[in-house]
Every structure is written in structure tokens, then in C-alpha cells.
T-cell receptor
Framework: QKEVEQNSGPLSVPEGAIASLNCTYS??????FFWYRQYSGKSPELIMS????GDKEDGRFTAQLNKASQYVSLLIRDSQPSDSATYLC?????????FGTGTSLTVIP | SQTIHQWPATLVQPVGSPLSLECTVE??????LYWYRQAAGRGLQLLFY??????ISSEVPQNLSASRPQDRQFILSSKKLLLSDSGFYLC???????????FGQGTRLTVV
């Protein structure tokens, strides 16, 4: 079983819509959770961190964490063409840092 | 502020040749350091991580090795490259307290 699982997509949304990305993880001792954005040919860039159950908002991004369900999500409001990228979910279990395979998002103008 | 340097950006190597990729971090002390590999269109595969000088943990058995000779230096090596070693290699650092990982620019390795 993979430590972190995401739907690979691709996910397409029209400009201005809400994009919803989901992630599940298997290790119950996981301590911190992250979303990264990766443009083609570039290294991943951190966009959100979340450490406790509930919602965390930062601009157009909202991360949601449910530790009981071992589920993390990312909502992108008012999606823009520049949001088109692969989004990686990541889990830190202490010293080990695991990533999902990523969800490809395309925002259609 | 913290920065991470990784080089070279691209590398083309013949099968059977050695490999050495270097990564250094500035502006922090005693970071956790990581090497990942990303095959084309795939996710990040954790290869090695290190919590201190000389302390290396391997996630995937293979013909690669890693070393941490100094607190903020992490090196990925191979004695003989295979075609399957091609990919995008990423170095990252994090601190235990906060947990976020930050990546270098990556090295795109093509083994021919």
C-alpha cells in the first residue's frame, strides 16, 4: 500500500471555477501535511501546510485535514490558467517525507 | 533566509559511468536532507534521507548511494549508471519542528 494516494487526473476546470484535489494517507502517525505545485520541468513549490484537523485558508487556497479519515484536500477558488500544474500531496511522518503521485490540473480559459 | 543549491541542472551520462550530484543548504543548521527521483510523468520517489552528518537511510535498494560529509551537504553517487537511472533528481531539506520540505532546482539526468 502506498503511503500517499491521489487521483492522477487529469482534472479540467473552467477559469473562475473551484478546483478540488484529494489525497489519502496510510500512516496514522503522520504529523504534518502539505500541498505542492509543480510546473512541467520544474521542482515542486510549497503552497500550503496544515497540521491540525479542520480548514486552513490562504488567499484562493483552502486546505482541509481530517486525521480520523486520513484525508487531506485542497480547494482552489477562482481558478486561473496560471494554476495549471501538477499538485502533489505530501506527508511528513517525522523524519520521512512522502509524496503522492500528483494530480494534473488544467484550467481552461 | 534559507537557500538550497543543487547542481548540475542537466547531465547526460553514458551507461556504466559514475555519477556525483551535490546539494548544499544555506541559512539553517542540522536540516533533514532528502534525495528524490521523479521519472517522466511520475511522482516523487524517496531515495535517501539523512537526519545528521554520516546518518543515511535508504528507502529503495539500488545502485545509488548517498553521503553527508558536512551538516549542510548531501551527495548522491553511483559507481555505474544504468539506463533506468534516468530521471529528475531532486534534493530537499526540512526541519523536524516545522516539517515543510523545500526543493533545489533539480538535476535532469539522462543515461544514454
Amino acid at each position: 500500500q502506498k503511503e500517499v494516494e491521489q487521483n492522477s487526473g487529469p482534472l479540467s476546470v473552467p477559469e473562475g471555477a473551484i478546483a478540488s484535489l484529494n489525497c489519502t494517507y496510510s500512516d496514522r502517525v503522520s504529523q504534518s501535511f502539505f500541498w505542492y505545485r509543480q510546473y512541467s520541468g520544474k521542482s515542486p513549490e510549497l503552497i500550503m501546510s496544515i497540521y491540525s484537523n479542520g480548514d486552513k485558508e490562504d488567499g484562493r487556497f483552502t486546505a482541509q485535514l481530517n486525521k480520523a479519515s486520513q484525508y487531506v484536500s485542497l480547494l482552489i477558488r477562482d481558478s486561473q490558467p496560471s494554476d495549471s500544474a501538477t499538485y502533489l500531496c505530501a506527508v511528513n511522518t517525522g523524519n520521512q517525507f512522502y509524496f503522492g503521485t500528483g494530480t494534473s490540473l488544467t484550467v481552461i480559459p | 533566509s534559507q537557500t538550497i543549491h543543487q547542481w548540475p541542472a542537466t547531465l547526460v551520462q553514458p551507461v556504466g559511468s559514475p555519477l556525483s550530484l551535490e546539494c548544499t543548504v544555506e541559512g539553517t543548521s542540522n536540516p533533514n536532507l532528502y534525495w528524490y527521483r521523479q521519472a517522466a510523468g511520475r511522482g516523487l520517489q524517496l531515495l535517501f534521507y539523512s537526519v545528521g552528518i554520516g546518518q543515511i537511510s535508504s528507502e529503495v535498494p539500488q545502485n545509488l548511494s548517498a553521503s553527508r560529509p558536512q551538516d549542510r551537504q548531501f551527495i548522491l553517487s553511483s559507481k555505474k549508471l544504468l539506463l533506468s537511472d534516468s530521471g529528475f533528481y531532486l534534493c530537499a531539506w526540512s526541519t523536524y519542528r516545522r516539517g515543510e520540505a523545500f526543493f533545489g532546482q533539480g538535476t535532469r539526468l539522462t543515461v544514454v
